[in-house]
Nanobody, 124 residues
């Protein structure tokens, strides 16, 4: 499956952005989807996970209550709504896909496919 993330940009602290990730190549419902982020000089870290049907979500503690992951299987797209952004949220955000399972994969090794990344900048 091919993934293309977009929607990044520059916002002030407290602002919001919505990231999108469009998938193509195989039936979208085959995959659980996730968002990760990587700030300069840091390792890529887990942000959010949504299962293949959208019925189950899971978030990193650092974004819980501020970010919402969702998906539209008819549009082959997963979203990340980011509210009340903080300077520490600044990073390149990546969407990822893995064959659907009962497992929530927090480590990057658990994911099969990656998008190219979209950059989010948050100014204080």
């Amino acid at each position: 499956v091919q993934l293309q993330a977009f929607g990044g940009g520059s916002v002030q602290a407290g602002g919001c952005l919505r990231l999108s990730c469009a998938a193509s190549g195989r039936p979208f419902g085959t995959y659980d989807m996730g968002w990760f982020r990587q700030a300069p000089g840091k390792e890529r870290e887990f942000v959010a996970h949504i299962n293949w049907s959208g019925s189950s979500t899971y978030y990193a503690d650092s974004v819980k209550g501020r970010f919402t992951i969702s998906r539209d299987n008819a549009k082959n797209t997963v979203y990340l709504q980011m509210n009340n952004l903080k300077p520490e949220d600044a990073a390149v955000y990546y969407c990822a896909a893995k064959i659907r399972s009962a497992t929530i994969a927090i480590a990057t090794l658990g994911w099969n496919y990656w998008g190219q990344g979209t950059e989010v900048t948050v100014s204080s």
